[in-house]
């Protein structure tokens, strides 16, 4: 399929079957899978309950899985991954996947080097590989990110390790938050912790909770962010520093939904620090490095 009918797909369901109720933000997008096929859908939204809606590539996602899948995970199993994506926005430059999306992509993607092309109402493009907007998508087993960190740092990421995860006190701190997280016996999910720094110089835990259904709970970081919201964001809880800590052997990075909450609450001048760990090793970095390009508050212009 010619790349021209792929955007063109996009732009269709993004003008045509988006359903951005709440945030009047259209998207849509096109999926090229390894069986031949094209799916192609918009965001929806709900006007009152705003965390109900799903993006765009999601939402091909989903109906993907559902018509031809299982959808395969990193490349094995399943019946189909996807191998191209477009994207389509009514927005003055072209956007890229939010991290929730960059997950959920980079997990059913046929490789790292899968393209994603964006167009919008403007005339520029822009081109990505999931790879590149998600360099430590957790490819290994138990989703370790140890191999991802060697291939990116040979192409130029910036991440650099540290003696331990006890002498970073963000993670140290992370450590001892770990210790009460909450699953439920079937989960697998590694017990982990966080601490956040905030602008005004306070820190703030986290730590994993799963409820049954797994939808209800949140992250070590997510907590942290709910627990440092407790002012205006404008005025107190800008984070600059995140310390993340998992049990166990398995290197885990925050995930693309974590990089995403914290883009939203970064200050607008300025990097944050990213520091993670496990029992055996740890790394620091950065939120733009970890999450390149992102979507959020200069797309939509808050
Ligand atoms: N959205 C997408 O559908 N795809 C993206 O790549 C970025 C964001 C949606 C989610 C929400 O409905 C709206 O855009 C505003 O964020």
């Known amino acids: ?178 210790g009460r997280s909450y699953r439920p016996p079937f989960s697998n999910e590694p017990i982990s912790g966080a601490a956040l720094l905030t602008e005004n110089g306070q820190m703030h835990e986290g730590f994993l909770v799963i409820d049954a259904t797994t939808r209800l709970g949140g992250t070590a970081i997510s907590m942290a962010v709910r627990n440092a919201l407790v002012g205006p964001v404008e005025n107190t809880s800008r984070v600059v520093a995140v310390g993340l800590f998992t049990y166990g052997d398995v290197l885990r990075a925050p995930t693309g939904c974590d990089l995403q909450l914290l883009q939203e609450i970064r200050s607008k001048h300025g990097d944050v620090d990213v520091m993670f760990g496990c029992n055996t090793c740890a790394y620091k970095t950065t939120l733009d490095a970890l999450l390149p390009h992102p979507f959020g508050r200069n797309d939509l212009g808050y």
């Open 1 to 178: 399929m010619n790349i021209d009918h792929l955007l063109q797909a996009a732009k269709d369901a993004g003008q045509h079957r988006a359903r951005p109720l709440a945030s009047n933000f259209k998207v849509g997008a096109a999926l090229e899978f390894t069986n031949g096929a094209i799916l192609s859908g918009g965001n929806t939204e709900d006007r009152g309950k705003t965390v109900v809606g799903a993006c765009a590539e999601r939402n091909v996602l989903a109906a993907a899985n559902n018509q031809m899948g299982p959808l395969s995970e990193y490349g094995i199993g399943g019946t189909v991954g996807w191998r191209r994506a477009a994207v389509w926005a009514n927005t003055p430059g072209p956007i890229t996947p939010c991290g929730i999306c960059r997950d959920y992509m980079a997990a059913t993607a046929v490789s790292p080097g899968a393209e994603v092309l964006s167009q919008c109402e403007g005339p520029s493009r822009s081109g990505f590989t999931i790879g590149e907007l998600l360099p430590l998508a957790g490819r290994g087993p138990g989703g370790d990110v140890k191999e991802e960190i060697e291939s990116w740092r040979l192409s130029g990421g910036r991440i650099t390790q540290l003696p331990s995860s006890a002498s970073d006190y963000l993670i140290a701190r992370a450590m001892g938050a770990a």
